[in-house]
C-alpha cells in the first residue's frame, strides 16, 4: 500500500536530516494556499489534490534534486510558469495536430492538462497528466526533444507512489526502477542510474 504524500514527506525528511543535511536544508517552507490558488486560476485547473499537499509541506526544493533520477521539485510560481512555457512552445509549434491516445505509453512533448511538477534543469519536466482517461493522476517524463513517456514501474503511477517510492530507495539503500540513492559529500542527495 503507497503511503500518503505526509507519511512520505515525513520519511523523506527523517532520512536527509540523517544522511543529506544539504539537501534538507534546501527545502523550501510550504506554499502560501493563496499561491496555489493563483497557479491554477493561470493553468485553467485546480492543482491536483496530491500535489497541492506536498507543496503545503515544501514549496519545491530549490536547485537540490530529490526525485530519482535527478528531478527537483518546482515552486508553485515556477509550475504555472513552466506550464505557460509549455503552452506558448504547443501552440506555436503542436497546434492541430491530432492528439495521441491517452493510454499510450508515449505521448506528444506537451498537452494543456498536464501539470509540471519538477524539472531537470535542463528544460525536462515530470508531468502529472490530468487527462479525463484511466490513467489519470500518472506521472510522466515530458522531454523537450522526444516527447513524453509514462514509464511502467508502479512508482510513476502517480505522485504519492513516486514520493512513496522515493522515501523506500532512501530507508533501504535499495534501487527503484534503476535509480539508486547516493550521497556526495556527506550532504547532497544524488542518484546512481545502475
Same mark, same amino acid.
Given at each position: &500500500?503507497? $503511503? *500518503?504524500?505526509? =507519511? *512520505?514527506?515525513?520519511?523523506?525528511?527523517?532520512?536527509?536530516?540523517?544522511?543529506?543535511?544539504?539537501?534538507?536544508?534546501?527545502?523550501?517552507?510550504?506554499?502560501?494556499?493563496?499561491?496555489?490558488?493563483?497557479?491554477?486560476?493561470?493553468?485553467? =485547473? $485546480?492543482?491536483?489534490?496530491?500535489?497541492?499537499? *506536498?507543496?503545503?509541506?515544501?514549496?519545491?526544493?530549490?536547485?537540490?534534486?530529490?526525485?530519482?533520477?535527478?528531478?527537483?521539485?518546482?515552486?508553485?510560481?515556477?509550475?504555472? $510558469?513552466?506550464?505557460?512555457? /509549455? &503552452?506558448?512552445?504547443?501552440? +506555436?509549434?503542436?497546434?492541430?495536430?491530432?492528439?495521441?491516445?491517452? +493510454?499510450?505509453?508515449? /505521448?506528444?512533448?506537451?498537452?494543456?492538462?498536464?501539470?509540471?511538477?519538477?524539472?531537470? #534543469?535542463? /528544460?525536462? *519536466?515530470?508531468?502529472?497528466?490530468?487527462?479525463?482517461?484511466?490513467?489519470?493522476?500518472?506521472? /510522466?517524463?515530458?522531454?523537450?526533444? =522526444?516527447?513524453?513517456?509514462?514509464?511502467?514501474?508502479? &512508482?510513476?503511477?502517480?505522485?504519492?507512489?513516486?514520493?512513496?517510492?522515493?522515501?523506500?530507495?532512501?530507508?533501504? #539503500?535499495?534501487?527503484?526502477?534503476?535509480?539508486?540513492?547516493?550521497?556526495?559529500?556527506?550532504?547532497?542527495?544524488?542518484?546512481?542510474?545502475?
Amino acid at each position: &500500500m503507497t $503511503s *500518503s504524500v505526509a =507519511q *512520505s514527506w515525513s520519511r523523506i525528511e527523517r532520512w536527509l536530516v540523517q544522511h543529506a543535511p544539504g539537501t534538507f536544508a534546501a527545502l523550501e517552507p510550504p506554499a502560501e494556499a493563496s499561491a496555489i490558488a493563483a497557479a491554477g486560476e493561470v493553468i485553467g =485547473q $485546480s492543482l491536483p489534490e496530491p500535489l497541492v499537499e *506536498s507543496l503545503l509541506r515544501h514549496n519545491g526544493t530549490g536547485d537540490d534534486d530529490l526525485l530519482p533520477p535527478f528531478w527537483r521539485l518546482l515552486s508553485v510560481q515556477n509550475i504555472a $510558469s513552466d506550464w505557460q512555457l /509549455g &503552452m506558448r512552445i504547443y501552440r +506555436d509549434v503542436f497546434d492541430g495536430i491530432e492528439e495521441d491516445d491517452p +493510454d499510450e505509453d508515449f /505521448g506528444p512533448w506537451w498537452h494543456s492538462h498536464w501539470i509540471p511538477f519538477a524539472s531537470d #534543469g535542463g /528544460g525536462d *519536466s515530470l508531468i502529472i497528466d490530468q487527462r479525463p482517461h484511466r490513467c489519470r493522476g500518472r506521472v /510522466g517524463e515530458a522531454d523537450h526533444e =522526444q516527447g513524453t513517456r509514462f514509464g511502467s514501474h508502479p &512508482m510513476w503511477s502517480s505522485l504519492p507512489a513516486l514520493l512513496d517510492a522515493t522515501a523506500t530507495a532512501l530507508e533501504t #539503500g535499495m534501487a527503484v526502477d534503476g535509480y539508486l540513492p547516493v550521497v556526495a559529500d556527506e550532504t547532497e542527495l544524488g542518484w546512481e542510474i545502475l
